[in-house]
């Protein structure tokens, strides 16, 4: 009979253990039941949904893409209403893995850091941010002035459930450290997101796809001017070569033998490959820092 009674106890010492336990893998209605059904003066209104890659379209029609080119599994939505008929939409998005939640958030980044979840930004009528592997949006239809609060405190509240923390892409950690520019730092696979980020050629002149990583990045320099790094890796150097062949052909005809070319806006451009790592430098102020960058990324992104 004790022995009954001490087992029953420590089910339920479990119990309450897993009831406060964040959520960290599984469908993401999971989340509907931990989420907070009010928060200020608005009040969740409509059923939750759930979207996955094949009803994504569903839901966004003309925006899919941008999730679909990472490795999106589900979305969980909630929308919240005032007293005045204004809304908050909550999406919770499931991408896979942590590097890929970040990879989502660092492809648009341009507002003001708001210390949330593992890194976040607030703009008028929209919180964007990332923990583990998920990432998350919260947008207002209606005053965004007076849904300010409400936007924060629902991030808040939703953050402290998707952890634990996740780590960043490896190629993230690995780019030079002296005058990168974090904010501007953005991971992705394919063409879509490059020529959101940066435009090259209206063709997929690197040979992008789901299988490549890829990290573009801003640096300062001297003077205010700046450079921009892309490193790509590929499955195997063959392919990293491939792609240095055809950025050379289409971007670079005039590239040296080590590279490199002044290009029409009158920055410097160089191209690299060591082993499947491809390293691309534009707008740089001379050939020696657009090829010196290149090498140093190759160097650390081995």
Not at 54 to 68: I, P, Q, S
Not at 106 to 113: G, I
Not at 245 to 264: I, V, Y
Request: aromatic letters at 10%.
């Amino acid at each position: 009979m004790v022995f009954f009674i001490m087992t029953i106890a420590k089910f339920l010492a479990a119990a309450m253990i897993l009831a406060f336990v964040p959520l960290v893998r599984g469908a993401v209605k999971d989340l509907g039941p931990k989420l907070p059904k009010q928060v200020l003066d608005w009040k969740s209104s409509g059923p939750d949904e759930t979207y996955d890659r094949k009803t994504l379209y569903d839901y966004m029609d003309g925006g899919a893409e941008v999730y679909l080119a990472f490795d999106f599994r589900e979305v969980f939505v909630r929308k919240y209403a005032d007293t005045v008929g204004d809304e908050l939409v909550l999406d919770i998005y499931d991408m896979g893995s942590s590097a890929e939640a970040f990879g989502m958030f660092s492809c648009d980044r341009q507002d003001p850091e708001v210390r949330i979840g593992q890194g976040s930004e607030y703009g008028p009528g929209l919180l964007r941010f990332w923990r583990g592997r998920y990432f998350v949006s919260v947008t207002v239809s209606g005053n965004e002035d007076t849904a300010e609060k409400a936007v924060l405190e629902l991030g808040r509240a939703v953050a402290p459930l998707l952890g634990p923390d996740g780590a960043p892409p490896d190629l993230v950690g690995r780019l030079p450290a002296p005058g990168l520019r974090p904010e501007k730092t953005a991971y992705f696979h394919n063409n879509i997101h490059l020529s959101n980020r940066y435009f090259i050629s209206p063709d997929n002149i690197l040979n992008l796809d789901e299988k490549t990583a890829c990290v573009f990045a801003e640096y300062g320099a001297t003077g205010g001017a700046t450079a921009r790094l892309l490193v790509v890796k590929y499955p195997d150097g063959a392919q990293a070569a491939a792609a240095a062949t055809s950025f050379r052909t289409s971007f670079l005809p005039g590239a040296d033998a080590e590279g490199a070319a002044r290009t029409e806006n009158k920055g410097w451009c160089a191209v690299k490959v060591r082993g499947n790592l491809l390293a691309a430098v534009f707008e740089a102020s001379s050939r020696d820092s657009a090829l010196k960058l290149a090498a140093e990324a190759l160097r650390l992104a081995k």
